[in-house]
């Protein structure tokens, strides 16, 4: 009854919002909203088309599904880092330390969906056209892949420079070439470089900075290995129970999110596989020739640390910026693992290495793709021109 009653109110209202109404203008807005809840009734009326049951929306929302573990253990692992760095986690309760994290997190998503839906909504109306729905996931990328003390007004500036410059400058959603979400922490990697590293940007302390336990570092496990530090525990960071940005700590919470875009056919495993493939080959070719502490970190381990499976998973697997060839999903893939952990080991000034790496290889994407088709294309004129002679 709820559900047909919110249909019945689009249903009384359209024709206000369709040509010739008084809030025409806001059409656009208002197919966004509607088209968020109810699959559009909308029939193709020429030509030859694919139809199917899921739309860019139901995609987006799947991908925001699969987001939620990281998300929820993110919030958690805040609230747990906090109480760790202030000696109180053994008298703090699970709900308590939830709730701290949950209340640091959501400031951070509300500021990323208010900027950016505002942003698209401007352009829908200024363009008029559909609103587009791929921010729907960057909104929720973008505050897991920044560390919890940027400040509100940062995380805003970023998202604007994401979704104008990085976005709606190349034609909006399916047109862009690098991942939006990335592009936004680049920014402020560059932009602001003290708010994106070092020790004190990975634990929010607020009005407890004074009671910080001695002895206790912020350091993430990279930053520590950095300076030759293999002072970690993997399963610690296998579970997340690490400083670091707010979804990437969890590599089981990831896990869990791969699985299910995995089953529903939205994630490409190819991508997954082939960058953890690339990455381990690196990380063992590193290990042989090992000259620093860097260099001796065990290679499965590169899997578990810093931002590598958040973004093999969730970053990487961008169906806009990344290959669409089968064979170019494998190469691609592979190069962003091998690029990853050249950068994270070998470049002493950036410990963590996945964002370059995806926004490189995003950037040659269209290369692999290009190269990929015209060696079938190869392929196949030898393989007629062999039929025609015999």
């Known amino acids: 009854m709820f559900g047909q009653g919110i249909k019945n109110f689009f249903d009384k209202h359209r024709p206000k919002f369709e040509k010739g109404g008084k809030l025409h203008p806001f059409q656009s807005v208002f197919e966004g909203f509607e088209t968020f809840l109810y699959v559009s009734d909308a029939t193709t009326k020429k030509g030859s088309h694919i139809r199917d049951y899921i739309d860019l929306k139901r995609?987006?929302?799947f991908v925001v599904i699969a987001l939620v573990p990281t998300l929820l253990f993110g919030m958690y692992n805040i609230g747990f880092q906090h109480f760790k760095a202030i000696g109180e986690i053994a008298d703090t309760s699970f709900f308590e330390v939830f709730i701290y994290g949950f209340l640091r997190v959501l400031p951070s998503l509300v500021v990323s969906y208010l900027v950016g839906l505002g942003i698209e909504f401007t352009f829908a109306q200024i363009k008029g056209h559909e609103i587009n729905e791929g921010y729907l996931v960057s909104g929720i990328l973008i505050p897991l892949v920044l560390p919890i003390n940027t400040p509100l007004w940062m995380t805003a500036i970023a998202v604007?420079?994401?979704?104008?410059?990085?976005?709606?400058?190349?034609?909006?959603?399916?047109?862009?070439?690098?991942?939006?979400a990335l592009i936004a922490r680049a920014f402020l990697f560059f932009a602001y470089p003290s708010h994106m590293s070092g020790e004190s940007v990975w634990i929010r302390l607020g009005d407890n900075a004074d009671k910080v336990v001695d002895g206790f570092s912020g350091a993430t496990p990279l930053g520590l290995a950095l300076n030759g530090v293999l002072d970690y525990n993997i399963w610690d960071a296998f579970w997340g129970f690490i400083p670091g940005s707010v979804g990437e700590t969890s590599t089981f919470a990831i896990l869990l999110g791969a699985a299910f875009l995995i089953i529903t056919g939205i994630g490409s495993w190819k991508i997954m596989l082939s960058t953890t493939l690339g990455a381990l080959f690196v990380g063992i070719l590193l290990n042989t020739f090992a000259v620093n502490a860097?260099?001796?970190?065990?290679?499965?381990?590169?899997?578990?640390?810093?931002?590598?499976?958040f973004g093999a998973v969730f970053m990487a697997t961008d169906p806009v910026s990344a290959s669409q060839t089968e064979t170019g999903k494998w190469i691609y893939g592979f190069l962003i693992g091998v690029m990853a952990i050249i950068i994270r080991v070998l470049n002493p000034a950036y410990p963590e290495g996945m964002m370059l790496a995806i926004l490189l290889m995003n950037t040659f994407a269209p290369l692999i793709d290009h190269y990929v088709v015209q060696g079938n294309i190869r392929k196949r004129i030898k393989r007629a021109?062999?039929?025609?002679?015999?």
């Open 59 to 61: 995609t987006m929302i």
């Open 160 to 180: 604007a420079f994401s979704v104008i410059i990085a976005k709606e400058a190349f034609g909006g959603t399916g047109m862009n070439i690098w991942n939006p």
């Open 294 to 309: 860097f260099m001796e970190i065990p290679f499965w381990h590169h899997l578990f640390l810093g931002g590598f499976a």
């Open 385 to 390: 021109t062999v039929k025609v002679q015999s």
